[in-house]
């Protein structure tokens, strides 16, 4: 089971220990309101390019700035818990900003996973750059969306 580290100290102390180990770190992050298959198989794919795979997931206020004042749908100690139960997540942070550049400061991964249609360009590629780390973008699985669920089930109401 993953821990969900709360503090820059937590960052540096666990983070430190598998730096020392010589193992490789990667992020990806996002909301995981709803997890579903895609959000799986994305993380998945990321625990795939390392040893190490540290979650980097939006707070509810961050969720607010973003999808609006309905969202999130379940709070961001229930969707910490939860990410850190899934396999593939050995880490969770979590950050307040709408996207993740400080999150990647913060953490300084060897690789960043996003989604490939963010592009090369994507917002933390400067971040990413800036540790000497590499980004690698993943297609977009296809499915259904969050939103869209969500959106879905808003109508059966």
């Not at 993953?2 to 102390?13: F, P, Y």
């Not at 939860?82 to 060897?110: M, N, Q, S, W």
Request: charged residues 30%.
């Amino acid at each position: 089971m993953g821990i969900v580290l709360e503090t820059q100290e937590d960052i540096d102390r666990h983070l430190g220990e598998v730096r020392k180990q010589g193992r490789t770190i990667v992020t990806t992050n996002g909301c995981f309101d709803i997890i579903n298959k895609s959000h799986i198989r994305m993380l998945k794919e990321a625990a795939a390019q390392g040893d190490v795979l540290v979650v980097g997931l939006n707070s509810d206020e961050s969720i607010h700035q973003w999808k609006g004042p309905t969202r999130p749908i379940r709070n961001q100690d229930e969707r910490a818990e939860i990410l850190a139960a899934i396999g593939y997540v050995d880490f969770v942070v979590l950050f307040d900003e709408r996207d993740c550049t400080e999150f990647v400061r913060r953490v300084k991964p060897d690789v960043h996973v996003n989604d490939a249609s963010y592009g090369e360009n994507c917002v933390e590629a400067g971040a990413v750059k800036e540790s000497g780390g590499k980004l690698h973008l993943i297609p977009k699985f296809a499915g259904e969306s969050n939103s869209q669920l969500i959106e879905r089930i808003r109508k059966l109401e």
